[in-house]
Nanobody
Framework: VQLQAFGGGLVQAGGSLRLSCAAS????????MGWFRQAPGKEREFVAA????????YYADSVKGRFTISRDNAKNTVYVQMNSLKPEDTAVYYC?????????????????????WGQGTQVTVSS
């Protein structure tokens, strides 16, 4: 599975962006997916996750109420809508896929639990 994240860019504080994660190589409709981010000098941190059928989602406290994760399995794509962006949201954003349901429900926020990663897309929020 190859994952490609795109949609990042430069936006002013309070603005919005929608990131997309397109999968190729095989369908990810049965995979659980997550978004993570990494700012310079910091560890990769969990942002949001969605299970394979889209019925279960999780969010980091720092983005809850501002970000919305979704997926379109027909398009083999996962999205994260980011609203009310803040300068502290500036980071490289990565999408990832985790195959096993049992691992995902206990480890959706742990980067090392994920099996596949995209290359990342830069999000910069100016104040």
């Amino acid at each position: 599975v190859q994952l490609q994240a795109f949609g990042g860019g430069l936006v002013q504080a309070g603005g919005s962006l929608r990131l997309s994660c397109a999968a190729s190589g095989r369908t990810v409709s049965s995979y659980n997916m997550g978004w993570f981010r990494q700012a310079p000098g910091k560890e990769r941190e969990f942002v949001a996750a969605i299970n394979w059928n889209g019925r279960t989602t999780y969010y980091a406290d720092s983005v809850k109420g501002r970000f919305t994760i979704s997926r379109d399995n027909a398009k083999n794509t996962v999205y994260v809508q980011m609203n009310s962006l803040k300068p502290e949201d500036t980071a490289v954003y990565y999408c990832a896929a985790l195959v096993a349901d049992s691992k995902w429900y206990r480890g959706y926020g742990v980067p090392n639990e994920y099996d596949y990663w995209g290359q990342g897309t830069q999000v910069t929020v100016s104040s």
